[in-house]
């Protein structure tokens, strides 16, 4: 994974990429990380209790296809 996020993230949402690849080196799956990189929700419905931490990863799918692989579960 990426450790910085795609350009054109907003301010307190970053979007990362991932590539999931087997022993072989071939790619299983191209994969979108979304973390909320602020205290609170743009909507203002989650809070954290301490301003200074970050909430993290709100979701991961994977691009181009129905399902994710199984492998991506034992990362």
């Known amino acids: 994974?990426?450790?910085h996020p795609e350009r054109g993230s907003m301010?307190?949402?970053k979007l990362y990429g991932a590539v999931l690849y087997?022993?072989?080196g071939i790619i299983l799956a191209?994969?979108?990380v979304v973390a909320q990189y602020h205290w609170e929700t743009s909507d203002h419905?989650?809070?954290l209790a301490d301003r200074d931490d970050k909430i993290g990863v709100i979701t991961a799918?994977?691009?181009g296809v129905n399902k994710c692989p199984d492998a991506?579960?034992?990362v």
């Open 1 to 3: 994974m990426s450790e």
């Open 11 to 13: 301010k307190t949402r």
């Open 22 to 24: 087997d022993r072989l």
């Open 30 to 32: 191209r994969v979108k």
């Open 45 to 47: 419905k989650y809070k």
């Open 61 to 63: 799918y994977c691009q």
């Open 72 to 74: 991506l579960n034992r």
